[in-house]
Nanobody, 127 residues
């Protein structure tokens, strides 16, 4: 099992930027697919971005393409979500998740495809 801890959330004005981090411990992080999800108040948790174990393959929710960038540093057991041009509708608790991919170049965008989850970090974007 992988333990995941998110950080970097906070309050930002619309148009601003934040970088979220997800630090992993426990089972090997480097061979795992990583994803970011978010859950806004009163809404279901939704997919935001995913990255394969090598970092070569990424996939994004349409509404964040061009604004968010997912990346990872396997040597540091850490993944990132760089967010630019933030909008009030990006306000949510952001969660990172992982799933072992045995070093394949797979990525996943469904919640039920992930095995381990962090506790979340709150991002609030004001008008």
């Amino acid at each position: 099992q992988v333990q995941l801890v998110e950080s970097g959330g906070g309050l930002v004005q619309a148009g601003g930027s934040l970088r979220l981090s997800c630090t992993a411990s426990g089972r090997t992080f480097s061979g795992a697919v990583m994803g970011w999800f978010r859950q806004a108040p009163g809404k279901e948790r939704e997919f935001v971005a995913t990255i394969s174990w090598s970092g070569l393959r990424t996939y994004y929710l349409d509404s964040v393409k061009g604004r968010f960038t997912i990346s990872r540093d396997n040597a540091k057991n850490t993944g990132y979500l760089q967010m630019h041009s933030l909008k009030p509708e990006d306000t949510a608790v952001y969660y990172c998740a992982t799933r072992s991919s045995v070093y394949s170049e797979a990525y996943y965008y469904r919640l039920d495809q992930y095995e381990d989850w962090g506790q979340g970090t709150l991002v609030t974007v004001s008008e």
